[in-house]
């Protein structure tokens, strides 16, 4: 059965650290990764994802993740955080099949401390 | 429309009557989920739909809840004799799933339900 665990439910960092969210997987064959926010009172937003290729994809507002294979880890990352990145973060994850379905991890809480 | 919309975006209900929760899709889109967020845990998938595929129905907590998707885009969510513990915020989301292609969904506001 296919799974994600977001094994942490609050990160606190402060301003101007950087920060890591960390996010493990488990689905069929080759997976297909992501990265949700929301924001207070806010929609859930795409981050990034992803599919093939380079193993540190690059995302919105100066995120990055980097996936690896063997961990079967797709840890979110920021140089330096700001206050602003203060959100809930989701990882969310999908087999290679074209009709599996995505599924989510249970979030986590970023606290940017200023 | 421009994006997803679900209605309505709040629901108070007493416990043992049936809701629907409806869910626009982004035109086009050829997958449509349905996820329910609940505080601690997380988003739960509950039903997903693929072109002509039949639906994924494994997340379904109990068979009071069902889903239909209507010419392949308005969907509805039904919880029959609704109980205290279904409520929560119910997410649609969508998105255009060409083969082999990872794609990114795009989320409605959701419909908070309050069951009394």
């Known amino acids: 059965a296919q799974s994600v665990a977001q094994p942490e439910d609050q990160v606190n960092v402060a301003e101007g650290n950087p920060l890591t969210v960390k996010c493990t997987y488990s689905v069929s064959g080759n997976p297909y990764l992501f990265w949700y926010v929301q924001y207070p009172n806010r929609g859930l937003q795409f981050l990034l994802k992803y599919i093939t290729g380079d193993n540190l994809v690059k995302g919105s507002y100066g995120f990055e993740a980097e996936f690896n294979k063997s961990q079967t880890s797709f840890h979110l990352k920021k140089p330096s955080a700001l206050v602003s990145d203060s959100a809930l973060y989701f990882c969310?994850?999908?087999?290679?099949?074209?009709?599996?379905?995505?599924?989510f991890g249970k979030g986590t809480r970023l606290h940017i401390l200023p | 429309g421009a994006g997803v919309s679900q209605s309505p975006s709040n629901k108070v209900t007493e416990k043992g009557k049936d809701v629907e929760l409806r869910c626009d899709p982004i035109?086009?889109?050829?997958?449509l989920y349905w996820y329910r967020q609940s505080l601690g845990q997380g988003l739960e998938f509950l039903i997903y739909f693929q072109g002509n595929s039949a639906p994924d129905k494994s997340g379904l907590p109990s068979d009071r809840f069902s889903a239909e998707r209507t010419g392949g885009s308005v969907s509805t969510l039904t919880i029959q004799r609704t109980q205290q513990e279904d409520s929560a915020v119910y997410l649609c989301a969508s998105s255009f799933r060409p083969r082999g292609i990872g794609e990114k969904l795009f989320f409605g506001s959701g419909t908070q339900l309050s069951v009394l």
């Open positions: 969310a994850a999908r087999g290679e099949n074209r009709d599996d379905k995505i599924i």
């Open positions: 035109s086009g889109h050829t997958a």
